[in-house]
């Protein structure tokens, strides 16, 4: 690697991202505890609209982060996507090992102990569909519990696989075209959710649920979630053109603080319309069916985007929170932490019995029980299975391939 390409590689670095992957995941165990312990058990309730509208679509900012992180490469390459053999390797290595681990963890569970009537042994077919990473899309045409019926969380692992194997085809076009590319990318979120809306009942005929159900398992799946994926990657582009554009980034620092308090008017507003929404359902679907909306969507992804944007690009006392060692560390035990903490809480809360009448003390009860042992297993995961998975697959990138040359990038 050259000194000029290091040194552009050690100024791409955005530390923050650690940080906002720590403070995402905070709020997804958050409101899943809430709605373990029965906190959430009312509809319509001012706690309920500020949950979800606060905590309820954190998830978008994983797909943001995605898709800046991976494109953020490409756009150093000026538009080469780089090898595809390293590309494949190092999401393999980054996303498979935790999830099958977590699978195995949920079948030993299920065997041991079911949550009968909840979770049975799920057949071949379900298991197999679940190694694929393929249970989300698979759900369109067949009755599957995600996660056996007992690790919910793990239909985000099929949109990652999604984009991993879309983003290959689309990173040049899209680098050259990247304003475009995320209107285009605007237009099929909405145009999938509309079209979840108009044909409910011909989703319903396929896999044998009511319009209802059917249009809420279609309105999560790939297409849906198109803009979160372009924000990050639009953002990428536009990061790396403001620091090789050698403009006063202290000016764009300071203005920062102004960005982020106007955006995040415009969050709040978004936020009070997607939990307004989420307030008048079951807690366990809420969050897909305020996502039906087309508008709370697109504004919630965008707004989201701007007050991570205007953190970014802040002056340091904006950055320092995120940047922080627990926020990073955090950040660092994300997956793991979202992969373990549903089942933990279910098992915690049928082994010892704990409340669930929604009261303040059965909240405080789960969340001194349950976060704890989700850290653990999330630290356990990054321990014994992520970061040797990372070091294998480091290994095998450095053997020599085809692919096009260019600054070489760390995979995030």
């Known amino acids: 690697m050259t000194e000029q390409a290091g040194s552009e590689r050690q100024a791409m670095r955005v530390p923050v991202l650690d940080g906002f992957r720590g403070v995402a995941i905070l709020g997804v165990v958050v409101v ?65 090992p935790a999830y099958w681990l977590s699978l195995a963890v949920a079948l030993g569970l299920i065997a041991l102990a079911p949550l009968s009537p909840v979770t049975g042994f799920p057949g071949f077919g379900s298991v197999a ?30 949109l990652m696989v999604g984009f991993y194997a879309v983003l290959p085809l689309v990173a040049r076009p899209y680098f050259r075209h990247p304003l475009a590319g995320l209107a285009l990318a605007a237009l099929i979120t909405v145009g999938w959710k509309e079209a979840v809306t108009i044909f409910g009942g011909e989703l319903g005929a396929l896999n044998g649920q009511a319009p209802a159900i059917a249009r809420l398992i279609a309105v999560d799946q790939l297409p849906g979630w198109t803009f979160s994926f372009a924000l990050g990657m639009t953002g990428a582009w536009a990061y790396v053109r403001l620091v090789r554009s050698g403009r006063n980034r202290e000016r764009i620092a300071r203005r920062a603080p102004a960005v982020l308090a106007l955006g995040a008017i415009v969050y709040l507003g978004f936020a009070y ?26 504004g919630s992804s965008a707004s989201r985007a701007v007050l991570m ?9 904006l950055r320092r929170p995120f940047q922080s060692r627990p926020a990073r560390r955090l950040g ?42 989700s850290l653990l297993y999330g630290e356990a995961s990054a321990r014994l299975v992520e970061r040797p998975a990372a070091r294998l697959a480091r290994r095998v990138e450095r053997r020599p391939d085809r692919a096009p040359s260019g600054p070489a990038v760390a995979s995030p």
């Open 332 to 373: 660092g035990i994300s997956y793991g932490l979202y992969l373990g903490h549903v089942m933990i809480g279910l098992y915690a809360g049928l082994l010892l019995g704990l409340p669930t009448d929604g009261s303040v003390a059965a909240v405080l009860l789960w969340l001194a029980i349950v976060v704890p042992a």
């Open 32 to 96: 899943h505890i809430l709605v373990l312990s029965g906190a959430l058990d009312t509809p319509g309730s001012a706690l309920n609209v500020a949950v979800f509208g606060l905590f309820g679509n954190v998830i978008d900012a994983f797909f943001i982060i995605s898709g800046f992180v991976l494109f953020l490469p490409v756009v150093l390459r000026n538009g080469h996507f780089g090898s595809l053999r390293t590309f494949a390797v190092g999401r393999a290595a980054r996303l498979l």
């Open 309 to 317: 944007a205007a953190v970014v690009v802040g002056p340091l006392w």
């Open 129 to 158: 569909l679940h190694l694929g990473a393929l249970q989300t899309p698979a759900r369109l045409v067949v009755d599957l519990p995600q996660g056996f019926g007992l690790n919910g969380p793990v239909w985000m692992i099929s």
């Open 273 to 298: 319309l997607y939990g307004r929404s989420a307030a008048t359902v079951n807690p366990i679907v809420a969050g897909s069916f305020a996502r039906e909306s087309s508008l709370v969507s697109i």
